[in-house]
Nanobody, 127 residues
């Protein structure tokens, strides 16, 4: 399985971006996806979990700092998960990664449990 993120850009505070995470691989790999998580890493900071989407229940969760501003969704036909980011703030500046965990349908696990990672896409929020 491979994951490719896209959609990162330079945007002004208050603006919006939609990130995409496109999954490709064997039919079995795609069927085995349990959850897809979005993470981000800002310069000089540890990577943090941003959001998660369960392929089992369709449930989602978000870290507190993005709740109400970010929305994760899925287009099954395109094997793509999106992260819609609204009301962006300077502190949202980071490289954003998506990752897959084959072993669970339950969001909330540690990032070390994720099996496959994309290479990331850069988001810069600046005036």
């Amino acid at each position: 399985l491979q994951l490719v993120e896209s959609g990162g850009d330079l945007v002004q505070p208050g603006g919006s971006l939609r990130l995409s995470c496109a999954a490709s691989g064997t039919t079995q790999d795609l069927r085995d996806i349990g959850i897809i998580g979005w993470f981000r890493q800002a310069p000089g900071k540890d990577r943090e979990g941003v959001s998660c989407l369960s392929f089992g229940s369709g449930g989602t969760n978000y870290t507190n700092s993005v709740t109400g501003r970010f929305t994760v969704s899925r287009d099954s036909a395109k094997n793509t998960v999106y992260l819609q980011m609204n009301s962006l703030k300077v502190e949202d500046t980071a490289v954003y990664y998506c990752a897959v965990d084959f072993g669970t349908y339950k969001c909330g696990g540690h990032e070390s449990l994720y099996d496959v990672w994309g290479r990331g896409t850069q988001v810069v929020v600046s005036s």
